[in-house]
């Protein structure tokens, strides 16, 4: 009973102490979890392998740096997919603090491939204010929702926009969202109305709320989380920083999960004394 | 009059949006791609009426020496400065900012993405303290509800499948989380997008034939 005492009684800044020993420690030495790809990732991956090869395709990312350790991975790995594919890719963002953070990332992507050029390649067309009004307004014509992209250049002199009118000038809308305005939106607003197959990367709190669009084939394929990333990862045969997360993010886990089990335990055991 | 000529307004241009989505015609989808821009427009404006918000009610609490007048002094002179140089940067940029090398780029590397980063990151060691002391098994309900839980959160990480690699494929926590995601979660979550969706639209009605009008404010 001494035990269940001291227990009750632990100062909640052990909890943090070894919560933040299990996540730094597996970051230092990895254990290199063997991580298995599901069905919602295989669909991902083969909707993007599906796109012919030199089509535009939409990217929307829809988040700020609060979302980084999950929806960076995703956004990194899926560009570097397109860009090996040789599609043309532009990118928008519904969320005011993810522009520059989207930006840099892409940059950081497009320079493994030195013959890919900003403007002719991809293009990153900004923030715009609006939600669901600006999602239904590119229905209508992608330039007149955005006349200048995210680095100022008049969207009209870019080669990529030559080509590009409104949703029917792509065959897949790629969407990494954080929340609202995000995946929900797009396929409300954009996937049931004008028809463009999407698929979707989510954080992992956010990922329930998406099955239903899974199962009836609105989202061709959806990334949940940094498991979803590391499984893509996994899937296209690279090692970055979900699959390197995923075993700070297993041991986390395993620590809740133990922190629900004993404090039940012990909370049993008191409600049995008293 | 006062009430009348919004309810009339918001009632026309709700019924002329719901008719836009079903008749192409020009005559009705270039006006309804008009107030759609208008709409953005109006949004945009929002931000700025948000940040003169903002300005007023911590301006107020720091003139009244409200608790925590210092943090909102920082809150000030941190929206202040955060606009002044991006407008300085966008005018010497010709409007494309945040640019690599340009202090609002350095502000949104070193300062905003480093602390919306942390505040996420935190949430980690407070649902550690709330599993711990917070999250009691005293139905059976809640009882399922742990379970499914526990399943999910190991399921859904390499060291659950690694933990249950002996056992059959189908009992192995990777696949019974699966499962809980697509079929009793799925169809919980199909219920409520439903109800939720049949409540929009009962509200979007309501609002439209004038009987919800609390967004008009309370006073006459």
Redo the contacts between chains.
Sequence with gaps: MWLATWLSN?D?RW??L???VL?LEPLLFPLS????V??PVHGFAAAIDSVPAGSTVLMSCDY??????ELVPMTRTAFRHLLSRRCKIVITCLW??GP??VD?VTSEVAREFPDRRYGVDWVNLGY????E??M??MG?GIR??FP??????AVATLPIMRSVRDYTSFPLLVNISAGYPGTKEWVQQVQA?FHLPMVAGVT?VSA??F??YL?SHQLRGML??M?GAAEYEVARGEKGTASKG??A?????????L??????VV?FLQRRRS | MKREVPLFITGAIGLFMILS?FVPHHWV?VPA?FL??C??IV??F??VLGGANVLRVNLEGISRRERGWGYKIVLVVSLLGTVAIGIADGLR????F??EGTPS?WI??NL???M??T??ALL??F???A???A???RTFDAGLL?VA??IV??G???????ATSWLPEWLRL?TLQ?WI??VP??AS??AI?IGAALGVMATGLRVILGIERSYLGGED
Excluded: W
């Excluded at chain 1, 993010?249 to 999960?257: D, E, K, N, P, Y």
């Design positions: 632990l909640r909890l943090f070894v919560m933040g996540v979890l063997p991580l298995r599901t069905p700020d740096p609060a979302s980084i350790p005011s603090g520059g953070l840099s715009k204010s609006g939600n009004a600006v239904v307004l209508q007149n929702v200048r992209d995210f680095r100022g250049n109305r992992a329930p709320e099955y239903p199962q949940g989380g498991a995923m075993d993010q297993s041991l986390g886990h395993l620590f809740v999960a922190c629900i089990v004993v404090g039940n909370s | 989505f989808s791609d759609q821009a709409a953005v949004v945009a929002g931000y940029h010709n409007g494309s945040p640019v780029k949104y590397d905003y993405a480093t919306s980063g505040m996420f980690a060691f649902i550690a303290s599993a711990f002391r999250f009691r098994i742990a839980a526990l959160m190991l859904r990480v390499p060291v659950g499948d690694v990777g699966q995601m697509d979660q799925n979550k199909r997008l």
